[in-house]
């Protein structure tokens, strides 16, 4: 992936490319023209027609014969909810996010990792609602959030330096760490801790407290955090509400053990 969440293209032959085009047809955020997707596709012109005729055959993208655009089909979406139900914390979270969300009034992420970066899965905003990057369904960075960091830190010492050898470590404020030396150290610290701060990592302004969601045995299922702004709230203020987010976090996990999540 790139600073910016986007991955690379795949070398995993023709499925590996029929991926990468579905997903950059999605990354448009509307419906798109084959002129349009030609200038930024990595593929000849033949190739990307193909893998679009393709896609569209089988309802993973939808064609307009009237505006010529691609846009995501009917069948991506009903695998994207089937997927959302299934593979990840979000149905079994939303009774949880909901209490913690009445109870600090501040905005509320729940995370898991995917290929060593973050994927929002559910939010839930504060009483004064934050100007931020996260929302459910995007990827963020790993090494510069606060749930990001909470769940790369737990990784199996071998998972983790994978994890960090996929991270960008673009340096996206003054207090981005860059290096996975410094990630080593601070990740100690986090451990010890059982919480991760973003003290404006990610975006200036954004300060955040998380805490990961661990399995029986200790492995990462998601990390959850509470998140507010510099102008209203101090990471001072944040951390007094670290009580409430560890005893979220604890009872996420424990309804996720009786669940899908085997160790």
Known sequence: MNAMGERKGSGDGTVGKALDALELVARQGKPVRFSDLLAVSPWPKATLYRLLQTLTSQGMLAHDEETGTYAPGLRLVQLAHIAWSRATLAPIARPFLDALSARVG?????????????????????????????????????????????????????????????????????????????????????????????????????????????????????????????RRKSLEDLAELRPALCETARQIAAAAADWQYPD
Not at 133 to 146: D, F, L, Q
Not at 181 to 186: L, Q, T, V
Request: charged letters at 25%; hydrophobic letters at 40%; a negative charge.
């Open 106 to 230: 501040e905005t509320i992420h729940l995370a898991q990792l995917d290929r060593g970066q973050v994927l929002y899965v559910d939010k839930r905003n504060a009483v004064h609602p934050v100007e931020m990057y996260s929302e459910a369904g995007k990827i963020g960075p790993g090494y510069c959030t606060g749930v990001g960091k909470a769940m790369l830190a737990h990784l199996p010492e071998a998972e983790r330096a994978e994890a960090l050898k996929l991270q960008s470590w673009h340096r996206y404020t003054d207090t981005t760490l860059t290096s996975p030396a410094a990630f080593e150290a601070e990740a100690q610290v986090i451990r010890e801790e059982g919480i991760a701060f973003d003290r404006e990592e990610h975006e200036t302004g954004i300060v955040c407290i998380a805490a990961p969601i661990l399995s029986p045995s200790g492995r990462v299922r998601g990390a959850l955090s509470i998140t507010g702004q510099t």
